[in-house]
């Protein structure tokens, strides 16, 4: 099993920055890909973006595409989540997740979440 545990969550202004992280544990090395969902009230858990475990691949929703960047660490088994001009529209939970498989065969371990609210 892994565990994935988020944290960076909070408020911030439009136009501002946040960068959230996601600490991986337990069985790493079945990891292959991570990748960042969000769910925002009343609408269904999207895509933000993924990031391979080894390499240099990298896959972003077109609505943060040249404001947020994915990344990691693997010594510190940590992947991270720079989110810059950020709008009111970003408002979400925001979910961290891995797979053992690449992206297109979905992600088999989530976070609990944490919450980025944007205001005007």
């Known amino acids: 099993q892994v565990q994935l545990v988020e944290s960076g969550g909070g408020l911030v202004q439009a136009g501002g920055s946040l960068r959230l992280s996601c600490a991986a544990s337990g069985r790493t090395t079945r990891i292959n890909t991570m990748g960042w969902f969000r769910q925002a009230p009343g609408a269904e858990r999207e895509f933000v973006a993924a990031?391979?475990?080894?390499?240099?691949?990298?896959n972003y929703a077109d609505s943060v595409k040249g404001r947020f960047t994915i990344s990691r660490d693997n010594a510190k088994k940590t992947m991270y989540l720079q989110m810059n001009s950020a709008k009111p529209e970003d408002t979400a939970v925001y979910y961290c997740a891995a797979a053992e498989s690449g992206q297109s065969s979905g992600f088999d371990y989530w976070g609990q979440g944490t919450q980025v609210t944007v205001s005007s």
């Open positions: 990031i391979v475990w080894s390499g240099v691949w990298t």
